[in-house]
Structure formats: C-alpha cells, structure tokens
C-alpha cells in the first residue's frame, strides 16, 4: 500500500509539472514554432532591394538549407539596379531572433568574394529553430546602404 501511495504522488507532482510548463508556453508565443502565424506577413524574400534602392542584394546557404549547430557559409550577392556586380565592396553582416531580443550566436564577416558581387559570409550559426532577421550594410563606390533578411528556421 505504501508503494501505491508513493507512485500516485509522483504521478501528481508529474502532472502538476506538466500542466506549470504549458502554461507558461500559452504566455510566450514567441518561444512556439508555430510558423505559419511567426511567417505571416514577414518578408521572407532571399533577393530584394536595399532600402535605398542602390543595390539589388540576395542572401542564401552555399549548400543546402541551414541546420541549427554547425556553422555555416552564406553568399550575399550584390549588383547595382541594373544587374551588374558591385565588387569591392565593404559587407557587414549582424542580426538575431527578434521575438527573443538577442543577437547572433557567432560573429558572420565577409571572408571575400566566391565571384565578381557574391561575397562569402562566414561563421553563420543558428542556435535554435524560429524566426532570424539578418541586418546587411553595404558600403561601395555608388554609397552606403543596407538591407534586411527574414529566415525561419524550422
């Protein structure tokens, strides 16, 4: 009988822990991977205009979808309005997951350029699943400019 009661309060305090952990999920949405509410009405387009209008920028893995753990590669491709490849240029890659108000885990920096204005992006790592924002300042011969990146990461 003394074993019976002992198995019946660990299933309590189980459940009693249980029903504490879901409530505190129901208060931070941000933390669920619901990711087609986290999705709607982002901009998730990997190639797009810089908010001035000076470059065309686009911002995707080398090799296949990123993964949270290892660190990873990344081209940003520049050119100017009209197709052109902008080289040379001063690339400054920061950002992070704003629903929980911290940056990148590492330090991405442009490492060179794979091609004529595709830039390669070191030391990209995501350490967890959600929504990253990627923050890019351009700094070349037609001026500075900068331009912003939506990723989910499932």
């Known amino acids: 009988m003394r074993n019976l009661i002992i198995l019946a309060g660990m299933v309590l305090v189980a459940a009693a822990g249980y029903l504490v952990w879901m409530s505190m999920q129901a208060q931070h949405p941000g933390h669920q991977q619901n990711s087609g509410q986290q999705q709607s009405g982002m901009d998730m387009r990997t190639e797009k205009p810089s908010d001035n209008g000076l470059y065309t920028v686009s911002f995707m893995p080398s090799e296949g979808e990123p993964t949270t753990g290892p660190i990873s590669v990344w081209h940003l491709k520049i050119t100017d309005p009209s197709g052109k490849p902008v080289t040379g240029a001063e690339v400054v890659v920061d950002g992070g997951m704003p629903a929980h108000g911290h940056g990148l885990p590492t330090v991405p920096a ?31 011969e037609a001026g500075e400019d900068t331009v912003s990146f939506n990723r989910m990461l499932e």
């Open 110 to 140: 442009a490492t060179g350029e794979a091609e004529p204005g595709v830039y390669l992006i070191d030391g990209i790592k995501f350490s967890m699943v959600g929504h990253w924002k990627f923050d890019v300042t351009i700094r070349a």
